[in-house]
């Protein structure tokens, strides 16, 4: 009975060496998610300034961001910016992941951003225009209450997406889940039940996620309908 | 004899190759309550999307209240206006969009009060005050609490008034304001421009189709046409003596 493929006693054995690196799966998604939340905001901002020449180039960086893998920008900012002169920087695993994961991410990140300011419509801009309220106060009080709420699902999404994207940070040997699975598999020669559990933890995080995402999703789909409010109250 | 608040000197607009104003001359008195009338695709509603600043004339100026509107001086010469200057003119001028444009993430009396408290950095207080008169007065009073979205159509537009006067702008423009109504709801909304016209000192521009109750309000009636003013002057003038066959016939589309 030796030779069975899978053994209870060695999943027991590795779940907690694997959830030892949960910790950290966590902390990077949060704080890349943080980081493209940030730096998102930083893109749409450059966008809307209207000098052509300008947009042009924030719109191709943008781009080359967006088309290349984050996996070769995330060897590229571990092992390849070191090496260049003047503003090569070592920085350490869990820095570059979050960079480099954080940064890729940013630019769609702003495309959600944009859709959420286009998504007001152009009478509210007018009405703000009419009552000449300041550009500071037309924005906090009359866009962004409008331009957020349906943004949240979607970036509920990338939330979730991005979880599932910080198993690359492995690749720099950042120590989460999925380099605990491989670690414990390389030790013991047995990779069925640590990466079994890895895609376990993955599977009861986001799944729940997603289903509240979905709910929160109809709450902002209704959210001016304050009949309906007032009718289930 | 008193200064006009507002005079359009040869103003034209473009958009793209479509020439939408040929030159517009009109003055317009403290007070005075002027009725826009003419075809659709006449440009009325540019002429006065151009004095609330939402369209930028391509020649010609706008002097509102002594104060060249799209232009300001800087070392001498007249160059074009930044938005600090926009803001400062556009301070007397007020808007009732066609469709209401209320902020639907605010109550009612929140819609009314925003302006004056964050733009005139009036006390709240009285704000508050005036702004619950206001929305009595169009017949709100009950509403002052709910949200735009459970009001109807007459409703809104009749809130978006009482938001624009709490403002006390010296210019008032009425984008069509009825267009975009119900027929049984249409009344309503004219009751309270009747009601301002009557009791408020400030001038009035309509744009509208409402024929009978235009020149029935209205000191001074502006047929445009094709992007020019046509005809001007009192309704009576306007109707009964006016050669013009365009707007003869313009006018019999609205008597059957």
Same mark, same amino acid.
């Given at each position: 009975?030796n030779?069975?493929?899978w053994? #209870?006693e060695?999943?027991?054995?590795a779940?907690p ?6 910790w ?10 943080l980081?493209s939340?940030l730096f998102?905001f930083?893109?749409t901002?450059?966008?809307?300034i ?7 180039i ?7 961001i !967006?088309s @290349? ?7 590229f900012?571990?092992?390849a #910016? ?8 070592t920085?350490?695993p869990m820095t570059?992941a979050i960079?480099g994961?954080g ?10 951003y944009r859709a959420g300011i286009?998504s ?5 801009w007018?009405?703000?225009?009419a009552?000449?309220?300041s550009?500071?106060d037309?924005w ?6 409008q331009a957020i709420?349906? @943004?949240?699902p979607?970036l509920?999404n ?5 979880f ?6 492995s690749?720099i ?6 380099l ?5 598999g390389?030790?013991?020669?047995a990779?069925?039940?640590?990466? @079994? ?6 599977l009861?995080l ?6 509240l995402? !979905? ?11 304050k009949n309906a ?5 | ?5 507002v005079?359009y000197?040869?103003v034209?607009?473009s ?5 939408v ?12 309550k002027v009725?826009v009338i003419?075809?659709?695709g006449?440009?009325?509603t540019?002429?006065i999307?151009l ?12 002097v509102?209240?002594g104060k /060249?509107l799209w232009k300001? &001086?800087k ?6 206006a930044n938005? /600090?200057?926009?803001r ?13 444009n209320l ?7 929140? /819609?009314?009060?925003t302006?004056?408290?964050?733009v ?5 207080? &009285? ?6 008169e ?13 949200y735009?979205?459970?009001l109807?159509g ?5 809130v978006?008034m009482?938001?624009a006067?709490v403002?006390r702008?010296?210019i008032?423009l ?16 004219l ?9 408020e000192d400030m001038?009035m521009?309509l ?14 009636v502006?047929?445009?046409d ?7 002057g009192?309704a009576?003038?306007v109707?009964?003596h006016?050669?013009?066959e365009?707007?003869?016939s313009?006018?019999?589309r609205?008597?059957?």
């Amino acid at each position: 009975m030796n030779s069975t493929y899978w053994s #209870w006693e060695r999943f027991l054995d590795a779940l907690p060496f694997v959830l030892d690196g949960l910790w950290i799966t966590i902390v990077l998604t949060i704080s890349c998610f943080l980081f493209s939340l940030l730096f998102g905001f930083v893109w749409t901002f450059l966008k809307r300034i209207p000098i052509k020449s300008f947009n042009w180039i924030v719109t191709w960086v943008m781009e080359f961001i !967006r088309s @290349t893998p984050p996996l070769v920008q995330l060897f590229f900012i571990y092992y390849a #910016w070191p090496v260049i002169p003047v503003v090569g920087v070592t920085l350490s695993p869990m820095t570059s992941a979050i960079l480099g994961l954080g940064l890729h991410f940013s630019t769609y990140i702003a495309e959600i951003y944009r859709a959420g300011i286009e998504s007001v419509e152009k009478g509210q801009w007018e009405a703000a225009k009419a009552l000449n309220l300041s550009t500071m106060d037309k924005w906090r009080m009359i866009i962004l209450p409008q331009a957020i709420p349906p @943004t949240i699902p979607m970036l509920g999404n990338y939330f979730i997406i991005m979880f599932k994207e910080v198993p690359l940070a492995s690749t720099i040997s950042v120590a989460e889940i999925l380099l605990r699975a491989n670690t414990y598999g390389a030790r013991n020669f047995a990779y069925l039940e640590p990466l @079994t559990i890895v895609g376990i933890i993955f599977l009861v995080l986001s799944y729940p996620s997603a289903v509240l995402i !979905r709910k929160l999703e109809v709450k902002m789909n209704t959210r001016f309908d304050k009949n309906a409010a007032a009718k289930s109250s | 004899m008193t200064a006009p608040i507002v005079q359009y000197r040869d103003v034209c607009k473009s958009f793209g190759d479509v020439e939408v104003l040929k030159g517009i001359n009109l003055d317009i008195n403290p007070a005075e309550k002027v009725a826009v009338i003419g075809p659709s695709g006449s440009g009325k509603t540019t002429i006065i999307r151009l004095l609330m600043t939402l369209e930028e004339p391509t020649s010609g100026d706008i002097v509102v209240d002594g104060k /060249n509107l799209w232009k300001m &001086e800087k070392n001498g010469d007249m160059v074009r206006a930044n938005e /600090n200057h926009l803001r400062n003119v556009r301070g007397d001028i007020g808007m009732v969009f066609q469709h209401f444009n209320l902020f639907p993430h605010m109550t009612i009396l929140e /819609n009314c009060m925003t302006a004056p408290v964050h733009v005139k950095k009036e006390n709240k207080d &009285e704000v508050r005050k005036r702004a619950v008169e206001m929305l009595e007065r169009v017949g709100l009073g009950d509403k002052i609490d709910n949200y735009p979205s459970q009001l109807s159509g007459g409703q809104k537009q009749r809130v978006a008034m009482a938001r624009a006067v709490v403002m006390r702008p010296k210019i008032m423009l009425f984008d069509e304001v009825t267009s975009a109504l119900d027929p049984e709801l249409v009344g309503e909304v004219l009751e309270v421009i009747r009601d301002l016209a009557q009791h408020e000192d400030m001038a009035m521009v309509l744009v509208t189709h409402e024929m009978d109750f235009a020149l029935d309000i209205a000191d001074k009636v502006l047929f445009l046409d094709e992007g020019v003013i046509a005809e001007q002057g009192s309704a009576k003038e306007v109707i009964e003596h006016s050669q013009n066959e365009r707007l003869q016939s313009f006018l019999s589309r609205f008597r059957s």
